[in-house]
Structures are given as C-alpha cells and as structure tokens.
C-alpha cells in the first residue's frame, strides 16, 4: 500500500487503527473468566456482541458521541418550560445498542425477580465490553437495570413499569413512560450541604392525593432524560424513596426544573444535571421512613458495574497500548520486542488478568445470591472492597497506557484520552474510597461470622500462594482492631487484592502466583513494569492480552 505523503515528508512507522477487533475473542482473560465462572456455552452469543461493539463503526459513534456533547433546552420557542436535553444521534445509536443486547434488563425475569445463573456474568462480560468503546451512555443503562431491585419494594409499581423495562426497544420520545415501547430510569440522591451523607437531605414530600408533591433539589442528577427517577426526600416519617416520572398522571410535563449540565471532566457523552423540584409528582417506594435501605438495593448494582466499567476502561488501553507497541519501532526494534516495554506490558496485562478474574467472580455471586447465603454474604462484603480497589486503580493504570503510545496517547485524536479522562469517575459516584471501606467495616460488624466464613473461603482458595497466608493473618488483624477505621485502606485494599488472587486462582494458577508474588508477598512498586517476571510468563501474558 502506498504511504501517505506530505511535501516535507512521509507517514510511516505509525500503528494502525486499532479497529474491528472482536473484543471477546481477542481477550483470552475475559473468555477464560467467563468460562470459569459459570457462563460456558455463551461463547458464540458474546463473540457476536464482542464483534459488533469492536467494529470502527461503533468505535465512531463513541467518538462522535463524546465530541458532541449534551445541550440543555430549558424553554420552547414559545417560552413554555420544557426541560428537555438534546443529545448527538450518535448517542442514541450507544444506547439503542446497548438496550437491545439487554444490558438494562437481562438479569430480571419479566417480573423484576432475579433470571439467576448465568446471567449476571454474561451481562458482566457484554457491558465491560461495552465500556471499552463509550462510557457514558453506561449511566442511565446501568441506572435502569439496578432500579427493579429498588422497584420490588412497592411491588404494585414493579408491576405497573416492568413490561415496560422489560422490552429492548429504545424509545428516546419525550413522552409519559406509559405510552412508550420503552424506558430508562434514573437517580437523584445527594444534595448540596449533604453529598454522600444523605441523611442530611432537605428535600420535602408532602402527601397530595394518591402520590406526594417534592419540593426541594439534587445536586446531582444523571441522565435527566430519562422517564423517571428514584429520588430520596424526607416525608412525615422520614428519609424516603420515591418514583419521579417525567410526565405526571394526566399527562403533563411534571415539575422537575434542571437548572444546568454539569461541565464534567469525562463522561462527556452522558448528561449529568442540578435539578429543583417544584412540587413534582411522585409515588412512593416502599415504606416511608426507609428510603436508605430500599435504595441501597440499587446501589449494590450500580457498584458492581462501576467496578466492571472501570475494568473495562483498564483492558481497552491494555489493548491499544500493546497494539501500538507491537507496530511502533524504536532504535531499530518493535517496542513490544524492548525488555522494558515488555516488562511494563506484562505486568499491567496481569493486573488485568486478575481485575476481570475478580469482577466476573463477584457475578457469579450476584447470580447465586437468591439461593446461596454464602455467596450473599460474599457480595455484600466484597462488592465495596472490589469497587474500591478496581476502580482505584483504574486512572494511575490508564496514565501509565498512555505513556506507551507517547504523545499520540496524549491526544485527543486517540480514545486513550479519553479513557483517561473517564477513569476518576467510578471512584467517585456510588460511594467515594472512604465510603467503601467504611461500608466494609458496617458489613463485619452486622456478619461477623459470615465476614470470617468468607475470610477462611479466600484463605483456602489462595492456599499455597505466595503472601497469602500472612495477607489472611494481617486483613484479621486489622478489622479486629478497636481503631479499624483508621487503618481500613489499607486491609480493604489488602483483602481486594486476596480476593482478586483467589478468583485468578480458579482461571490460570500460575498468572494468580505471579499475581500473588508481586501484589501479596511484596508491595506492588508504584510503577508497573518495576517487577521481575520470567521471560517466558511475559510472553504468555501478552500472548493472551490480545493475540
């Protein structure tokens, strides 16, 4: 093929688009994590799925869905209010796509019950990939899925919504949820002087009729367009949750006035708004006075997946990173062919290894739960500390891939920046890193032994591991300490990593000893690439990051 010229020079020694890849396929980890727990036999399903989101045409509406950002409309040409927000085609083309594959939806039955083994992990496995090519359309997607949990706390309402929830037609009409072929839900729960302590909420519902009035704000509210939300507000028993649909009953635009669009620094695709509420209408959702608690079902779910996108966003620059190395030549040899580059890669593609071991291991506890009190007892207690480790470890994972593509990693033209600049969010919503330590610590004091049955669990499927033994020793310790929460970072962040060996354990031993080595019976460096692995693991872990 004949290079590209300019007067002054030729284009070569660039690697190419790194384009219609099956994202399924090509990712050894991901096949093997699958297959491990539990999903054997969906291969074809997700290859189809990985094929079409690792096609350049969809890699082009992410691109085309973040460069054009949402646009508030807050009045018509009339000057009647209408609260509206325009998003690019390209964004509606994400989430027709991902509405279509189930990605809101697959793991509930028709009547908002769990649909069980193996649907959590094959979900899991489409929205990581999902993620690799666009974010931001994930929010309400991952909104709508984890409001049934919420929803079965009124179980009228679930009744009323799930026919609607439960279809795969994307309706982006501006129209009561009622009359739609479709729908999306979204959330609004902290306030300007509260943040994460939601107790401190001033927002009001007043009983009017067969519903409330809401009058009050959120300072921060995905995915306004979504048809309706579930909002906490204090009623006359106390902090509640309650089901705010875009139109009220008769059909008019219900009182929810957006005040602006938060100016992100990612998730530029997805609209995130300041929102007053002027005597809205809205239902309840389950009992007044236990808003915390029917919501919280919700955030489980929400949590889970910022733990899957954020790995997802680590094995997409992963992929770009190695892609390019292996095309880019550099004093007279391919990048991925220099020992320290090699070194660098081999070493992010095994913390990658273990973050979709561990992710796809937390599934298959959310797909066991209804049935298996110990895999209840292990979401409950690993959801937050595998949040806050995967997500954590997310930005510092997606600076170090940019430094592999040097400058053109900097760049807007590439997704790397983009990832970059995506990567510091799933830390940050559904519970900050104090937050999930804190919500550790909350779920050994209510189950102890449940929280050491767990414990003994990852000591015996990490037997033999180097460090893993003495990890078990020091994560006791620790929350056995009167001052827990002051060292709680760090036996969080400890028992993530243990947890993280275990589940690499039951894919490919001997990546979880290498995983263990260097992450338990040493303090990872700082630097990935600051490890000494044998040339011959090397080779297999690139070998499998993408063939």
Same mark, same amino acid.
């Given at each position: ?444 004091? @209510?189950? %102890?032994?449940?929280?050491? *049955?767990? /414990?003994?669990?990852? &000591? +015996?499927?990490?037997?033999?591991? !180097?460090?893993? #033994? ?18 709680? @970072?760090? %036996?969080?962040?400890?028992? *993530?990593? /243990?947890?993280?060996? &275990? +589940?690499?354990?039951?894919?490919? !031993?001997?990546? #979880? ?27 297999? /872990?690139?070998?499998? &990051?993408?063939?």
């Amino acid at each position: 093929m004949t290079q590209p010229s300019f007067e002054t020079h030729d284009v070569f020694n660039q690697s190419p688009p790194f384009a219609d890849v099956n994202l399924f396929t090509a990712d050894r980890p991901l096949v093997d994590a699958v297959t491990a727990y539990g999903a054997a036999g969906t291969e074809p399903e997700l290859a189809a799925f990985g094929a079409l989101w690792g096609s350049a045409e969809m890699a082009e509406q992410g691109r085309l869905a973040n460069e054009n950002t949402p646009k508030l409309r807050s009045f018509d040409a009339k000057g009647f209010r209408r609260d509206v927000v325009e998003f690019h085609p390209a964004y509606h083309q994400m989430m027709a796509r991902a509405v279509e594959a189930g990605l809101h939806n697959s793991t509930w039955t028709s009547e908002g019950r769990p649909r069980g083994a193996p649907s959590e992990v094959v979900r899991a496995a489409k929205f990581y990939i999902a993620a690799q090519v666009e974010s931001g359309h994930l929010c309400p997607i991952t909104m709508t899925r984890a409001s049934v949990a919420a929803l079965a706390a009124q179980p009228d309402l679930l009744a009323k919504t799930m026919p609607v929830i439960a279809t795969r037609h994307y309706d982006a009409a501006f129209a009561p949820w009622w009359q739609k072929r479709g729908m999306t839900l979204g959330m609004g729960m902290t306030e300007k002087q509260g943040g994460t302590d939601v107790r401190a909420n001033m927002t009001t519902a007043e009983r009017a009729g067969d519903g409330y009035r809401i009058t009050g704000h959120k300072w921060f509210m995905s995915a306004p367009m979504c048809d309706a939300f579930l909002v906490l507000a204090q009623a006359e028993s106390g902090l509640t949750c309650f089901f705010m649909p875009r139109f009220t009953p008769d059909g008019a635009v219900n009182a929810l006035r957006f005040q602006r669009l938060k100016d992100k620094l990612g998730n530029r695709s997805n609209a995130s708004s300041e929102v007053e509420f002027a005597g809205a209408y809205a239902v309840r959702v389950g009992e007044e006075g236990r808003g915390i608690r029917t919501i919280i079902q919700m955030v489980q779910l929400t949590r889970q997946d910022c733990a899957i996108s954020s790995a997802g966003l680590m094995r997409s620059s992963l992929a770009h990173a190695l892609h390019h190395a292996r095309h880019r030549s550099v004093f007279q040899k391919h990048l991925a062919d220099q020992p320290l580059m090699q070194a660098v890669l081999a070493d992010m593609a095994l913390h990658v290894e273990a973050t979709v071991a561990l992710v796809m291991r937390l599934c298959r506890a959310f797909d066991r739960m209804p049935d298996d009190l110990k895999e209840a007892a292990y979401m409950r207690l690993l959801t937050p500390a595998i949040k806050y480790w995967v997500c954590k470890s997310a930005p510092p994972f997606l600076y170090e891939a940019m430094e592999c593509l040097g400058g053109n990693g900097y760049v807007e033209d590439g997704i790397l920046a983009r990832h970059f600049r995506e990567s510091p969010v799933n830390a940050i919503w559904e519970g900050s890193g104090n937050v999930m330590c804190l919500d550790v610590l909350r779920a050994l004091s @209510r189950e %102890a032994d449940a929280a050491m *049955a767990i /414990l003994k669990d990852l &000591a +015996a499927d990490t037997n033999g591991l !180097p460090g893993a #033994a003495a990890a078990v020793a020091a994560i006791g310790q620790a929350f056995r300490r009167g001052d827990s929460e002051r060292v709680a @970072r760090l %036996a969080v962040e400890k028992l *993530a990593l /243990l947890a993280a060996a &275990a +589940a690499l354990n039951k894919v490919t !031993p001997r990546h #979880a000893e290498l995983f263990a080595a260097t992450r338990l019976a040493a303090v990872h460096p700082s630097m990935y690439g600051a490890v000494d692995l044998d040339p011959a693991d090397i080779r297999d /872990l690139l070998e499998r &990051a993408l063939p």
